[in-house]
């Protein structure tokens, strides 16, 4: 076959030790050049001869078939031969069938071609031994013919796989060249826009530091301003008045303390039936109970001077011992000034509201709110971004990593690829 020796005598092309990543695609294109040389254009070849050899095998099939044998054998031999001959022959035809040469003509389909039609020509007449002698002793001529365009058969089968011969581990590294070079695009892909977003994490977290202080000094402004000194004044005030309003509360709380307990065993008492409260006196000491200071707001003059009748007309209410010291104090407390008392605490409780509206309808407070809302919501973004940065600089880290392992496995196939150093530049900005 002249097609044959035409490809041994190709050779190989030499291919740069440096390759750029960008034209690794060509300088494969021309490692695969080299090593399969025109395989193509030889595979086409070599099914023709193929071809050619399964029609000469059908004709001599067909002429077995239609023989007749003139050889001088026992019965015995004929009875099985020709049996045998039938099922030899169409154990042929379908091996000829099977034998039909593809359209590609690429490495991958000529070696699975290679390896099923072998695989069909293994026991081309079957496996019986004894059908095999006994066909052959009956048509030795046309036997050897068939035995000849097998041979012929499997010769171009071996040819037309003699330029892929010693280059399987190339091979099988070119097959793996496209996985590995997506994955190497796919990470610097990957790589890029990770970059990308970190450098937008990194104008975001400058632009919010800015803002910040920005905002921070436009408090400051504020502060130091005539309306915000205005506005703290008036706080001061309310501060004031709400600690003089508690101190008095806190005075009245004291001056009716040492009456809870009798106040509640006079209420327990009422509602045991042991004795009667008018409702008004009834009203009043709940009041007490609940809250001496808001307990001034009505008259609980007349209810404590009945309360300190009933003490007195009825010895059996309280114990000898403290229904004198009941009675004691409840003298001190008719003798106070409570209706000033009262007064009092109206009067701060009505500066303290006057206070309260005039400081919410301050407009300089909201917008001391609106400052500080602003100045939360950018140390929030910033803390956000913060983060952000973080993650990204941890997953650019991952990518890096992940990147130079899979350049070093690409490295070094195409070391294996070439037989040489290959060094392979591949640029992350």
């Known amino acids: 076959m002249k097609w044959l020796s035409r490809l041994r005598g190709r050779e190989e092309i030499a291919v740069p030790t440096t390759v750029i990543f960008e034209e690794l695609d060509a ?17 086409e070849q070599g099914y023709t001869a193929i071809r050619e050899s399964r029609d000469r095998l059908k004709q001599r099939v067909a002429e077995l078939e239609d023989a007749d044998s003139t050889e001088q054998v026992p019965d015995r031999i004929v009875k099985i031969g020709l049996t045998s001959r ?7 035809q379908a091996i000829t069938e099977k034998i039909t040469p593809p359209a590609q003509t690429d490495y991958h389909t000529i070696i699975a071609f290679h390896r099923e039609t072998t695989a069909a020509l293994e026991f081309p007449f079957g496996k019986s031994q004894t059908n095999i002698y006994c066909v052959r002793s009956l048509f030795p001529n046309e036997i050897k013919e068939i035995i000849n365009e097998l041979n012929q058969l499997r010769s171009g089968l071996d040819l037309l796989i ?21 994955n190497i695009k796919k990470l610097h892909a990957e790589l890029l826009q990770e970059r990308e977003h970190l450098s937008n994490e990194e104008n975001e977290l400058t632009a919010l530091n800015q803002r910040i202080e920005t905002e921070r000094k436009q408090q400051q402004t504020l502060e130091a301003g005539e309306e915000w000194q205005r506005f703290t004044a008036l706080e001061h005030e309310r501060s004031v008045l709400q600690a003089e309003l508690e101190k008095l509360e806190s005075n009245v709380q004291k001056l009716f303390t040492p ?24 009203r009043a000491i709940s009041s007490l109970l609940e809250s001496p200071s808001q307990a001034l707001e009505g008259d609980i003059t007349g209810s404590l001077s009945s309360i300190k009748g009933l003490i007195e007309d009825d010895p059996t209410v309280l114990k000898d011992r403290k229904r004198e010291t009941v009675l004691s104090w409840l003298d001190k407390l008719l003798k106070a000034d409570l209706v000033s008392i009262a007064e009092k605490r109206r009067r701060l409780l009505s500066q303290i509201a006057e206070v309260d ?22 140390q929030e973004q910033l803390t956000q971004a913060q983060g952000e940065r973080e993650r990204a600089t941890k997953r650019i880290a991952t990518l890096e990593t992940d990147l130079v392992k899979t350049k070093q496995f690409l490295d070094a196939a195409l070391t294996e690829l070439a037989g040489k150093e290959i060094e392979l530049v591949l640029e992350v900005p």
Do not use: Y
């Open 86 to 92: 039938k099922k030899m022959i169409k154990h042929l």
């Open 162 to 182: 003699a330029p892929l011969q010693g280059k399987k581990q190339q091979l099988q590294v070119l097959e793996r060249m496209p996985e590995l070079v997506a």
């Open 259 to 282: 009456l809870s307990k009798p106040l509640t065993l006079l209420m327990k008492q009422d509602e045991s039936g042991r004795l009667s409260l008018a409702p008004v006196d009834r």
């Open 27 to 43: 300088w494969l294109a021309q490692v695969s050049k080299s090593l399969l040389g025109d395989l193509s254009t030889n595979a």
């Open 357 to 378: 509206a005039s400081c919410a309808n301050a407009a300089i407070l909201q917008e001391k709110e609106e400052r500080k809302r602003a100045l939360s919501d950018a």
